[in-house]
C-alpha cells in the first residue's frame, strides 16, 4: 500500500513532510528553504494576492500565532503530483473554522502559490480582524497587481 505522499512529485513530498513538521512543531524557521522567491499568497480577506516569499512566511508565521488548536485533517493530490489541498480546522478566540491550503510546488519542491479559504463567515472575520491588528502595516508594501 503507498503512502499518501507517494503521490507527489518527491520534491514536493519532501517539502510537504517539511511543512508538516514545521507546523506541528510550531516553528516555522525553516520555511525560507521550500518558499520560492516569487511566491504567492492568495486569502481568504484581501485582493490582489501578496507576492515575495518574504509575504509569505510573515503571513504564515503570523497565522499560525493566531490559530488556536490546529489540525489537519486530509490530503488530496492534483494529477501532476504538484498540488496539494490540505483540509483543516481551527479555533480564533471562541470562533470555530474549518478550511483549506491549496499548495502548489514548483518541480524544485519550492512552494510557489499558497492559497487559503476559509468557512464559515465569522471564523473567517475573527481571523481577519486578528491578522489585520498583528499584520496591517506591514502587508500592503506586499500587494500584487497581478489578477489572481
Known amino acids: 500500500m ?65 490559530f488556536e488548536s490546529f489540525a489537519y485533517h486530509r490530503e488530496l493530490f492534483s494529477g501532476d503530483g504538484l498540488s496539494v489541498v490540505l483540509e483543516f480546522s481551527a479555533n480564533v478566540g471562541d470562533k470555530q473554522l474549518k478550511g483549506i491550503d491549496l499548495i502548489r510546488f514548483d518541480e524544485q519542491g519550492k512552494i510557489v502559490e499558497f492559497e487559503v479559504m476559509i468557512r464559515p463567515l465569522n471564523g473567517l472575520q475573527a481571523l481577519g480582524q486578528e491578522m489585520g491588528k498583528r499584520l496591517g502595516q506591514y502587508l500592503p508594501a506586499f500587494k500584487g497587481n497581478k489578477a489572481g
Open 2 to 66: 503507498s503512502t499518501p505522499l507517494a503521490h507527489l512529485h518527491p520534491a514536493a513530498a519532501e517539502s510537504l513532510a517539511t511543512w508538516h513538521r514545521m507546523v506541528a512543531a510550531h516553528d516555522l524557521k525553516d520555511l525560507p528553504t521550500i518558499l520560492h522567491a516569487d511566491a504567492v499568497f492568495r486569502s481568504p480577506m484581501a485582493f490582489p494576492p501578496y507576492q515575495s516569499a518574504q509575504a509569505v512566511a510573515l503571513i504564515l508565521n503570523t497565522v499560525l500565532g493566531v
